[in-house]
C-alpha cells in the first residue's frame, strides 16, 4: 500500500495555499474592516456612554430642579398662608377701626342730639318764662284794675304762682 507522496504534497500545497489566501483575506478584512468596524463601534460605544452620562447628569439634574421645585411650592404656600393671615389680621382691625368710628359717630350724632334738645328745653323755658311774664303783668293788671285789699292781692298773687309753676312743670314734662 503505498502512499503517493505527490499527492499528498499536491494536497498539502492546496491546503497551504487555500491557508495563506485565508490568512491574506483575514489581514486584508481585519484591515479594510475590522479595524474601522471596531474604531466605529468604540465610537459608537463613547458616544453611547457619554449620552448616558449626559442622561444621568440630566436625571439628576431633573431630581435636583424638581427637589428646588417643590422647596419652593412649599415656600409659596407658606408665604401664601402668612399673607393670607396678614389680610385677614389688617380686615380684622379695618373692621376694629369702623367699628371704632361708628361708635364714636353715634356718640357724636348723640351728643349734638342731646345739646340740641338741651337748647330746645332752654328754648322752651325761656318762652315759658316770657309767658310767665306776661301772665304776671296781666294778673297784676287785674289785681291793680279793681280795688283789693293786701291779703286779697297776695292771696291772688300766690294762687297765680302756683298756676304758673304748675304749668311750668307740666310743660317740662311734656317737652322730655
Known amino acids: 500500500m503505498g502512499v503517493e507522496w505527490g499527492k499528498i504534497i499536491d494536497f498539502n500545497w492546496t491546503l497551504v495555499i487555500t491557508l495563506l489566501q485565508f490568512a491574506v483575506l483575514f489581514g486584508v478584512l481585519r484591515w479594510i474592516l475590522w479595524k474601522p468596524a471596531l474604531k466605529y463601534l468604540d465610537k459608537r460605544r463613547e458616544l453611547i456612554a457619554s449620552r448616558m452620562t449626559a442622561a444621568k447628569v440630566s436625571e439628576e439634574q431633573a431630581t435636583e430642579l424638581v427637589a428646588r421645585r417643590e422647596g419652593e411650592l412649599v415656600e409659596a404656600k407658606r408665604e401664601t398662608a402668612q399673607i393670607l393671615e396678614e389680610v385677614r389680621e389688617r380686615a380684622e382691625k379695618s373692621l376694629e377701626e369702623a367699628k371704632v368710628r361708628a361708635r364714636e359717630e353715634a356718640d357724636r350724632i348723640l351728643a349734638d342730639a342731646r345739646a340740641q334738645m338741651e337748647h330746645e328745653r332752654d328754648r322752651v323755658l325761656a318762652d ?41 312743670l307740666d310743660g317740662v314734662k311734656e317737652s322730655r
Open 128 to 168: 315759658l318764662k316770657a309767658q310767665y311774664a306776661e301772665m304776671v303783668v296781666l294778673g297784676t293788671e287785674r289785681v291793680l284794675s279793681r280795688e283789693v285789699r293786701i291779703e286779697d292781692h297776695r292771696r291772688l298773687f300766690d294762687q297765680l304762682l302756683e298756676e304758673i309753676d304748675e304749668n311750668a
